[in-house]
């Protein structure tokens, strides 16, 4: 029997036109055999927690240049709340000063990952965050 791949799904909410960071993160994703949905430039609070609730995903990831992550991520995480959407791990890419990620962590963020970060780092993050879903949904 296969094994049920882990679907992610990557947005980036906000203003931010700059996506490059965000496919990059795609393609590595899908080369380590995860599923993504992204969901393109320019996305809502309200359409990234739609998407996520319409593609059954595993996990979500944001990525956000803009400086507008206090703002954003905090809505996403409200909006998932309301749709008892709590045991999906959210991760975060992009630009957050050091003095921001307590505060994104205490929002509900699994992981920050800034500029730099290494691919294998973020897909043992994703795994690990999503092995308890993968488990439950394997039985």
Known sequence: ??????????AKPGLDGHDRGAKVIARGLRDAGMEVIYTGLRQTPEMVVEAALQEDVDAIGLSILSGAHKALVPRIMELMRDQA??????????????????????????????????????VEAIRAATSHREASSSG
């Open 1 to 10: 029997m296969e094994e049920r791949k882990i679907r992610v799904l990557l």
């Open 85 to 122: 959407m709590t045991d999906i791990p959210v991760f975060l890419g992009g630009i957050v000063p050091n003095d921001d990620v307590a505060e994104m962590k205490e929002a509900g963020v699994t992981a920050i990952f800034g500029p730099g970060t290494s691919m294998d780092k973020i």
